[in-house]
């Protein structure tokens, strides 16, 4: 099959081209008259379904908006009061609207009409919302989505000074990995303890979420926040006691791979004591990697890359620039993290992120790179509904493209052992992270199974989970203090609870893909672009076999892969 980034922003046959969503008002009448509308023939439930996607695409396009301005620019006040006008004074006047909307879909005649196969997800989607919905979680759903945005503030704005200059703790990354290991360490220092003068007003904010999304897990009926979430995040296709497993599995065949990560690192660094501000660092005489100075340059390099994996990945990229939706480099007032942002009406998507010429820049931009080719394959469908893709699948979409792309990283490093370098990091990277996704994961069973937590009792309970998880290698003596807020930094806490385990089951998806690469690259790379190009219009596991894979995170299945990936390490 051919794809193409010659993507068109999807026309209007419902709304005027010309509206501006400056209040309810303007978008009520069209609520109002959706919900007025005979649906009692095929034809006529078609049409709605499809005029009510038109107005989600409009109003989903809209928010995306306000928050994409907001995060680039955390300082401006104005960007920050659209965002929160959103939150507060037109998403709350939707969610009835959308609930009876949903009802009157499920109730209407020609419903048995409708292809079953075609409609299942979306259905399946529409029923959850419907079970899930209370008016009296209203509120409380506009309080939380303002409170999170407050995390990209406070984070956004942590400075540090090195060697007379002022940095975003993106920035002062890149002292970490120079070779004066003193310089390393009061950098190290400095940024934690940066991230310890907010402790108390990021620990209040958790406080806060946290009694919010338990309060609105008991208006909807349900014990605890985890059964809720995991129900709203629609994980249709896997348990809790899966995860579980997944911890388990993490410590039995991860961890011991992790250890020998790092014993090498050591040797190679040559310490007694291998440290946390050793670990981007590389032995004398080995030039750090810097594979780009500029956001532009970073750009530009990937668009080569993915055009040399494949001619429309790069054309992705391509569209993207001409239409100016990325902001790549880290800069003081501007949220930390990155995100790929699909936009329902464009189309072409915006990547967001904070470069700041590092080696894991590389692989943060060609990770959101493959949520954009995601966006772009998923563009075409009819529904906005059918472009809602679980988040299982849309990590493979990232995580395969960091190693699919690997094989032509040479646009990056031009020398044939930064190279080699780089592709070491990249398969390093696959297997350390796995004991933080178990650790973030984990800690979150414990949240909210003690929702009435102290800050104490939270602490204790991060270094108890953490300690379960650690290597043996990294001397962490005397930095107890930082390691027992290190959960702080994570933002998905803050901003998308339970997000988490997903990038451990894509990740080994993404091995999985890469097994297939290494046999046959087309095959490969056309299971992927026909898996991602169904959006979400089949099941989990039916989105993995189109991929060619298994959806299995079983312990048995993760022994498998991390065999291949220390394979790989050793060629």
Not at 286 to 301: C, D, N, S, W
């Amino acid at each position: 099959m051919t794809y193409t980034a010659d993507i068109k922003k999807i026309k209007r046959n419902y709304l005027p081209e010309n509206i501006l969503i400056t209040d309810w008002n303007v978008i009520e009448p069209f609520f109002k008259e959706l919900l007025e509308r005979d649906i009692s023939t095929t034809e006529n439930l078609e049409k709605w379904l499809k005029d009510q996607s038109e107005l989600e695409a409009v109003i989903s396009e809209d928010a995306c908006w306000r928050q994409i301005k907001m995060t680039c620019d955390t300082n401006n006040k104005e960007l920050e009061d659209s965002f929160n006008f959103f939150c507060l004074h037109i998403q709350p006047q939707i969610q009835p609207y959308a609930d009876a909307l949903n009802k009157k879909l499920l109730s209407a005649n020609a419903l048995n009409q409708l292809d079953s196969k075609k409609y299942f997800t979306y259905l399946r989607s529409v029923k959850k919302s419907i079970e899930l919905f209370r008016d009296e979680n209203i509120p409380l759903q506009a309080e939380s989505s303002v409170l999170q945005q407050q995390y990209g503030q406070i984070t956004g704005a942590m400075t540090i000074d090195v060697e007379g200059n002022t940095y975003t703790l993106q920035q002062a990354g890149k002292f970490l990995q120079s070779h004066d290991r003193n310089l390393r360490e009061q950098v190290y220092h400095k940024i934690q303890q940066r991230r310890l003068q907010d402790k108390e007003k990021l620990n209040e904010l958790f406080h806060k979420l946290v009694t919010i999304r338990n309060q609105t897990a008991k208006n909807a009926g349900f014990e605890s926040y985890i059964d809720y979430r995991f129900k709203e995040l629609g994980r249709f296709d896997y348990k809790k006691e899966d995860c579980f497993q997944f911890h388990d599995a993490v410590k039995l065949y991860v961890l011991p791979l992790v250890n020998e990560i790092y014993k090498k690192k050591k040797i190679a660094l040559g310490v007694d004591q291998l440290k946390p501000w050793d670990l981007e660092a590389e032995p004398e005489g080995i030039a750090p990697l810097y594979p780009f100075k500029t956001g532009e340059e970073l750009l530009q390099k990937t668009i080569d890359c993915f055009k040399k994996l494949s001619p429309f990945f790069g054309d992705c990229l391509s569209k993207m620039k001409e239409l100016k939706h990325l902001d790549l480099e880290s800069r003081q007032g501007k949220a930390p993290g990155g995100y790929n942002c699909p936009l329902a009406e464009s189309g072409a998507p915006f990547i967001f992120m904070n470069a700041a010429g590092q080696m894991h820049d590389v692989t943060t931009m060609v990770h959101e790179g493959g949520h954009a080719v995601h966006s772009f394959l998923s563009h075409h469908l009819e529904l906005s509904g059918f472009k809602e893709y679980p988040m299982e699948i849309a990590e493979v979409a990232s995580m395969s493209m960091e190693l699919f792309s690997m094989d032509y990283w040479e646009t990056f490093f031009e020398n044939q052992s930064d190279l080699q370098r780089a592709k070491e990091h990249q398969l390093e990277r696959v297997i350390t992270i796995f004991p933080w996704i178990a650790v973030i994961d984990k800690f979150q069973y414990w949240l909210y199974q003690n929702p009435a937590h102290t800050d104490e009792e939270r602490t204790n309970a991060w270094v108890s989970i953490l300690s379960e998880f650690k290597d043996d290698v990294i001397d962490y003596s005397g930095l107890e203090l930082y390691r027992s807020n290190a959960w702080q930094r994570q933002l998905h806490l803050f901003e998308v609870p339970f997000y988490y385990i997903e990038y451990g089951i894509a990740q080994l998806g993404a091995i999985g893909m890469w097994m297939q690469y290494k046999k046959n690259k087309n095959a490969a790379l056309e299971n992927y672009c026909n898996a991602l190009s169904l959006g979400g219009t089949k099941t989990l596991p039916e989105l993995y076999q189109t991929a060619g894979l298994d959806f299995d995170f079983s312990p048995e299945k993760i022994k498998v892969l991390m065999e291949f990936v220390q394979s790989e390490m050793k060629h």
